[in-house]
Nanobody, 126 residues
Framework: QVGLVESGGGSVQAGGSLTLSCADS????????LGWFRQAPGKEREGIAV????????IYAPSVRGRFTISQDNSQSPVLLQMNTLKSEDTGTYYC???????????????????WGQGTQVTVSS
């Protein structure tokens, strides 16, 4: 199966940590970006962390900056999302995504991404 597959979701208490992993079985150019999005019940999907495959430059949403870290060792490695100091408002379904190959640069905008994983659930209890 070609695509993105997330893993590592689960339940954790507020203040705890989780690490999500995204395995990419397709081709990804060094010009593309990989990102993590989340969707809380009743809310729109939002981009929270993005990494440029070639330069490893990162972008974070204000809501997670300083608590979450996106990383990828090399272009064949999984994309990780280390989540620390989790809050109840971090609860949601987390999706890995790959940016469109015809766009340059990275963005947390959902319109920049056209390949999606199936999602993994993260539940933070207070």
């Amino acid at each position: 199966q070609v695509g993105l597959v997330e893993s590592g979701g689960g339940s954790v208490q507020a203040g705890g940590s989780l690490t999500l992993s995204c395995a990419d079985s397709g081709y990804t150019s060094y010009k593309q970006c990989l990102g993590w999005f989340r969707q809380a019940p009743g809310k729109e999907r939002e981009g929270i962390a993005v990494i440029h495959v070639g330069s490893k430059l990162t972008i974070y949403a204000p809501s997670v900056r300083g608590r979450f870290t996106i990383s990828q060792d090399n272009s064949q490695s999984p994309v990780l999302l280390q989540m620390n100091t989790l809050k109840s408002e971090d609860t949601g379904t987390y999706y890995c995504a790959k940016s469109r190959s015809d766009l340059g640069g990275c963005s947390t905008s959902i319109d920049h991404f056209d390949v999606w994983g199936q999602g993994t659930q993260v539940t933070v209890s207070s």
